[in-house]
């Protein structure tokens, strides 16, 4: 049974030589295509297809917020941003919205037509410069208002140390960790041991 793949993407040369790649492939077809967000969301609606390649640059709504009302009235459909844009908000503000996949717009087409039939079955493919920033990212801590020192005892905090052995460790007075502790809440706009943590864990804050 052929995969039916949705095009949106308003350069009208690229539009064409997808749809020619994916209609010229076995197991494929390019089942509708369109240069908006406007037009696609009503005839996608109507009748949908299995795989949607969306652009994210186009005329009038983003190609993001139309994977996100897509998805919201549609969740079967899989998404694949195809893009030139390599930006952190492009990536995640996209994968946030519903899609799953991202691929730049010089993906070979072999690799385009691989990447289809990977998200039809289940996977998340991505370019592999763009997997690489999505990584990244969560190996990053968060931005946070603590110091460095503060993060450390914050650390402490959560492996459950008491305060003389956060003060043992690093080699400081048990007055010292204390007032560390007391703007370490205040930073963190919290009033407990219980809730630093549960904030620094959620947060990524260390």
Do not use: W
Not at 16 to 43: H, V, W
Not at 111 to 117: D, F, M, N, T
């Amino acid at each position: 049974m052929d995969i039916k793949v949705a095009i949106v993407e308003d350069d009208s040369e690229i539009r064409r030589l997808m749809t020619l790649i994916i209609d010229s492939s076995p197991g494929f077809i390019c089942k509708q295509s369109y240069n908006d967000c406007e037009s696609a969301l009503a005839a996608i609606s109507e009748d949908p297809p299995d795989v949607v390649l969306m652009d994210i640059d186009l005329p009038g709504m983003s190609g993001i917020e139309g994977v996100r009302r897509l998805k919201a009235d549609l969740p079967d459909i899989d998404f694949i941003m195809l893009t030139i844009k390599e930006d952190d908000d492009s990536i995640f503000n996209s994968l946030c919205a519903g899609a799953s996949g991202y691929l730049l717009k010089d993906t070979p087409p072999t690799e385009l037509l691989s990447a289809i039939g990977d998200v039809f079955r289940g996977g998340s493919p991505m370019s592999a410069s763009i997997a690489r920033k999505v990584i990244v990212s969560f190996r990053k801590p968060a931005e946070t208002p603590l110091t460095i020192r503060e993060r450390e005892i914050l650390e402490h905090l959560c492996n459950g140390e008491n305060y003389k052995g956060i003060a043992e460790v690093l080699f400081i007075s048990g007055h010292t960790v204390r007032e560390h502790i007391k703007n370490i809440y205040k930073k963190l706009h919290v009033n407990s041991r219980a809730e630093a943590v549960k904030k620094a864990i959620n947060n990524r804050l260390i």
